[in-house]
Structures are given as C-alpha cells and as structure tokens.
C-alpha cells in the first residue's frame, strides 16, 4: 500500500507542474494593459434658469434615475395648476347633457302641437290655418335639429377634454425638463454649478462615470491569433494596488477589432466586473491603472 501511495506521488509531481504549464501556455498574456471608461455622461441642463437645488456631492453613488438637482420651476407649476383646472372644466361640460334632454322635450312638445293641428284639420277643415300649420311644422323641424347640434355640442365637448389633458401632460413633460436626473449609474465625479447659479440649456452640470464594469485594451498579434479564437473569450485581469497587493478581476472580451495596424497588430477590448472595498465601499479598480490581461483563447 506504501508502495502504491509513493508511486502516486511521483506521478502528480511529474504531471502536475507539466499541466499547469500548458494551462499557462494555452493563456494569452499580455502587460500592461491600461483600464478605461466603458460608459460616461456629462448630464445636461435642458432648460433655462437658476439652479435652485443641488442633490448630490463629488464620490456620491447614484443609480439611473436619481436626482441631481432642479432649476426654478414654479412658473411651469402654476401653468400646471391652470391647465389642471381647465381640465375638469372641460370635463364638466362633457359630462353635461342638459341641451341633450332639452332639445329631446321641446321636439316632442312640438311634434305633439304639429300632430294636434293636423287632427283638428281633419275634424273640422279650416281650423288650424295653413300659415299656422306650416309654423308648427317648421317649429317640429327646428327642435329635431336642435337635438343633432346638442348632441354635436357634446362630441366636441368630450374632444376638448382630451385637448385639455394633453395640454396638462405637456406641462408634466415640460416639468420634468426642469429636473436633473441620472442617465446612468455611476459616480458623480464632478459638478460644474453651484446652487443659485443660472444655467442654459446644453450646459453640463454634472459628470456621472460608470465603475462597475471596467474597460481594458491589449494588442494582438494578426499572425497568431484569430477574431474567432478571442470574441467572448474569458479574461483575468491581474493588477497591484496599494499597498503592494495583487488583484484579479473576471470578465470577457467583447469586441476584437476587424483592423490590423501597419505592425501586424490590432487591437482587442475586455469588460471587467469591478470590486468594491470591504470596509470603505470604494471601487477597487480604477481607470488609468494598468495591469496583466490573461486571455483564454477558445479552440
């Protein structure tokens, strides 16, 4: 049993340095490979006015949507109030059918007062004149119409309250102008204004970088590595960060550019997933470093 457990050894000793060699040699390495931005926004004002809030500080973690700050915008609100109120205006009178129900009586009133002539006449020719009997008539006409134009009245009433609710969606739209919002999450590293400021529209007022993933640039050789061998292969990304402290960060290559330079290089982009601190929550992974780039070709 001795025996068998000395020959086991030997042979993991044999075999095992001879495997991890071809695991590092099938790996493309390549140094100093510099980190950089994947994805920044310098965020906007989109509307003219003073800065009358400021959300956020320099190293603040934002998430998509969330405030950065706010230009005046109380004149906006009051126009807001107006075009509320003349939405249940509008309302109302759509829901108002009174000429409706008043025009249906006053046509039956006269159809009745027509019908009445024209059977007086067939009892006793000549007791309701001609001109009078023409009168009714007409005086029957008029109240039908009267009903159509109410109850046209009314279809347009109902098209003015969705005139009026577009009208107040627009100056919700017109509002959320006023507001400075995070397009992206990231860090704000950067504000450009100070509370009380005046801004134009197009001035950047904060600058938001993205930290979770992580840009990082080698260049290949076109003799000896093929597009399909690296897109989507698997990398590590090796750095030393203070205080002498190795780092190793996963991610995949996602774009192998279809240019060769005139060395017979070109050049290959891999995201990484960044790291936080344990104990301070800053990201550990910073653009500008540079770092070893292990790349796991595929067959």
């Not at 840009?215 to 090796?238: F, N, P, W």
Request: hydrophobic share 45%.
């Amino acid at each position: 049993m001795q025996t068998v457990l000395i020959a086991l050894s030997i042979a993991l000793t044999a075999f095992g340095p001879e495997t991890e060699a071809g695991e590092r040699d099938a790996a493309i390495v390549v140094q100093g490979c510099p980190v950089s931005l994947i994805d920044e926004s310098q965020v906007p004002a989109r509307s003219a006015g003073q800065l009358v809030e400021i959300n956020v500080v320099e190293g603040q973690a934002v998430k998509v949507g969330d405030p950065l700050g706010k230009i005046d915008d109380a004149l906006i609100l009051r126009n807001k109030d107006v075009k509320m109120y003349q939405l249940q205006s509008a309302e109302k009178e759509a829901g108002n059918d009174v000429n409706v129900r008043y025009a249906k009586w006053a046509n039956m009133v006269a159809d009745a007062e027509y019908q009445q002539a024209v059977e007086a006449n067939q009892q006793a020719t000549g007791a309701v004149p001609q001109a009078e009997l023409r009168r009714l008539l007409l005086e029957r006409g008029k109240t039908a119409l009267a009903i159509e134009q109410a109850q046209h009245d009314q279809e347009i009433s109902s098209l003015n309250v969705n005139v009026r609710r577009a009208e107040l969606q627009a100056v919700e739209q017109e509002l959320e102008m006023y507001r400075i919002v995070a397009p992206i999450e990231g860090v704000v590293v950067k504000r450009f204004f100070h509370q009380g400021e005046w801004v134009k529209p197009g001035d950047t007022v904060f600058r938001i970088v993205r930290m979770d993933r992580l840009r990082v640039e080698a260049m290949l050789s076109a003799e000896t590595y093929s597009a399909a061998q690296l897109d989507g292969a698997k990398v590590v990304l090796s750095v030393r960060l203070p205080p002498g402290v190795e780092r190793s960060f996963q991610g995949r290559v996602v774009f192998v550019s279809p240019l060769v330079d005139v060395g017979m290089e070109f050049p290959v982009w891999a995201e990484v997933e960044n790291v936080r601190d344990e104990k301070s929550g800053h990201w550990l992974l910073r653009p500008g470093l540079s770092g070893t780039l292990s790349i796991q070709p595929k067959p």
